[in-house]
């Protein structure tokens, strides 16, 4: 088997992963990553912005204050704290590699202002293509770097861990080949980016599939936070896979949710209607699909011919579908968007496991507690990026070892393509925005059904089981309802369960 050996691999090549990379100069570092560099990541698609206390009257404290206050209890507050001090120096970095972030007619950063943020600390650019810019940005910067080389097309598998059971690399294979390779290194660092793929309805690219958490869980990493799996409220339902955004600026200008039999349903649910709190929003729309009605968004009446002005994009979205948001009701569903558990991690996202460090969002560093602040995932990416690449350059890596090569996944049956599909359904209508203890044991009985279909699966469905079962486990585990997670048998908060969650694979295999 053709192999490779550097000081440090990187899974993944969203911000977390390239900026992880850039920072670990001058050690010799191979990035890998799914798709073409640029593409299949989250990060491209990121349009708000990035929380930074950068404002003359804001402070990192009231940002960390802000963060805690979403994380409903469970945020951590040290994590925090060093989520929001970090903050500016990595904008500032940023700026140096020549991101052109939104700035008033004084040449200041244009900050704008989210919901739950007590200040206005949004830094953006080209309005809603933050993301983007990053991006753009990292991979300039990574094509400059000459200790930086990405294998792109290649999905990594496994990790291939040791005797001691120290991960010493990783094993992959690019698209379409039959013949695996091996990366050897003396660090690895998983960046695989979300699991909104195992959602029937996602906001997230078809690679957010959740393998770097599965391939930790599967070399015995511990997880953590697995139940807290945020929803969008309005995700445009037109058939498109994975769905475009409808922001909630539009909601915010006055549009107004109604079922198709013409029923403004928030009203009844929250004193703010269309204008609660986002889990509220997306649980009031998921009832209404649950009892057969469909959604839509009435924009009308509050923003009727300025819509194309106001919002393009969304405008373009509809458009592109036949719908013309000035004289009809944009159809919308709530959709997974963004994963607070995964791999745990300290400070330095350093994981359970040695050898092996993790950042971005398949990191569980405890700063998003149950819920997290909007703005503050690109930032969480970038600040422990910066300080996992800060903890392997200053501590000495081992000379790297052989691993025990992985069973390699070979089953291709073409029925694997239907049970992914199978999956996505259970895990929303079961494990998704209202769960309860029946639900949830009907949900694993699936998936114990299906890993016993398919124990070799090749391709996404291996590990979409693997999260499916630790997400559906650790919601089952939490006998209350709090942040992001609600269990319609248990409603309210609970004193008991006010702690983040830990778990192992074998704890719920
Ligand atoms: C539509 C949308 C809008 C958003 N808006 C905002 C916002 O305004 N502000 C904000 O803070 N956050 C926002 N988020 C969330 C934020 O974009 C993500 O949390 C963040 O970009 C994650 O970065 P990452 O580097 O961890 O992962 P990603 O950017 O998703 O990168 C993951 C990388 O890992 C690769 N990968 C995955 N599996 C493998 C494998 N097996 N082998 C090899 N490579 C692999 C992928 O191909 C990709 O390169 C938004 C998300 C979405 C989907």
Redesign the pocket.
């Known amino acids: 088997m053709n192999e490779r050996s550097y000081d440090v691999v990187v899974?993944?090549?969203?911000?977390?992963?390239?900026m992880a990379a850039y920072k670990l100069a001058p050690l010799r570092v191979a990035v890998?990553?799914?798709?073409a560099l640029g593409?299949?990541?989250?990060?491209?698609?990121?349009?708000?912005?990035?929380?930074a206390a950068m404002g003359s009257d804001d402070s990192p404290a009231l940002h960390a204050l802000d963060t805690q206050r979403a994380g409903a209890g469970l945020s951590d507050e040290t994590i925090a704290a060093i989520l929001a001090n970090d903050a500016p120096a990595r904008i500032e970095e940023l700026l140096e590699l020549g991101a052109a972030f939104d700035r008033t007619a004084d040449g200041e950063l244009a900050l704008g202002r989210e919901a739950a943020h007590q200040r206005r600390r949004i830094v953006k650019a080209g309005g809603d293509a933050?993301?983007h810019e990053i991006?753009k940005t990292l991979i300039a910067a990574i094509g400059l770097a000459k200790h930086v080389d990405v294998i792109a097309e290649?999905?990594?598998?496994d990790l291939l861990v040791d005797s001691e059971e120290r991960v010493v690399g990783v094993i992959?294979r690019i698209a379409g080949a039959r013949e695996r390779f091996i990366v050897r290194a003396r660090a690895t660092v998983l960046?695989?980016?979300?699991i909104?793929r195992l959602y029937r309805y996602?906001?997230?690219?078809v690679?957010?599939?959740g393998?770097?958490i599965a391939?930790a869980a599967r070399a015995g990493a511990t997880l953590a936070d697995m139940e807290f799996v945020q929803f969008?409220p309005t995700a445009l339902a037109i058939g498109r896979d994975?769905m475009?955004?409808v922001t909630e600026a539009i909601r915010g200008e006055g549009a107004q949710l109604v079922n198709d039999l013409g029923e403004r349903f928030m009203t009844a649910l929250h004193d703010d209607a269309e204008l609660a709190p986002r889990d509220v929003v997306a649980r009031g729309i998921f009832d209404q699909l649950r009892r057969g009605r469909t959604v839509g968004l009435d924009a009308r009446d509050s923003i009727g011919d300025r819509f194309p002005e106001l919002f393009p994009t969304v405008f373009a979205f509809c458009t592109s579908a036949g719908i013309d948001p000035r004289s009809a009701r944009i159809p919308v569903a709530p959709a997974a968007?963004?994963h607070m558990g995964g791999v745990a991690a300290d400070e330095w996202g350093r994981t359970s496991l040695p050898g092996l460090w993790v950042?971005?969002?398949?990191?569980a560093t405890g700063v998003h507690g149950a819920n997290r602040l909007?703005?503050?995932?690109?930032?969480?990416?970038l600040v422990y990026?910066s300080r996992v690449a800060d903890d392997i350059r200053e501590h000495p890596l081992p000379h790297p070892t052989s691993g025990a090569l992985p069973v390699a996944p070979h089953d291709s049956s073409p029925r694997l393509a239907q049970a992914v599909v199978d999956l996505r359904n259970v895990m929303y209508a079961d494990v998704g925005l209202l769960r309860d203890a029946r639900g949830l044991q009907s949900a694993l009985a699936r998936i114990e059904t299906l890993e016993d279909e398919f124990p070799n699966a090749l391709g996404e469905l291996r590990?979409l089981l693997v999260v499916a079962r630790l997400i559906a486990s650790a919601a089952l585990a939490r006998e209350e309802s709090r942040g992001s997670h609600f269990r319609q048998d248990f409603p309210i908060p609970d004193e008991a369960f006010a702690k983040r969650s830990f778990t192992k694979i074998d704890a719920v295999a």
């Open positions: 899974i993944g090549a969203g911000i977390a992963g390239l890998l990553c799914k798709k593409s299949g990541a989250a990060t491209d698609w990121a349009q708000g912005g990035i929380a933050t993301g991006l290649a999905n990594v598998e992959a960046a695989t980016g979300g909104g996602t906001t997230n690219p690679e957010a599939a393998d770097g391939m969008h994975p475009p955004l968007h963004y950042c971005g969002e398949s990191a909007a703005s503050n995932s690109l930032l969480e990416a990026a590990n």
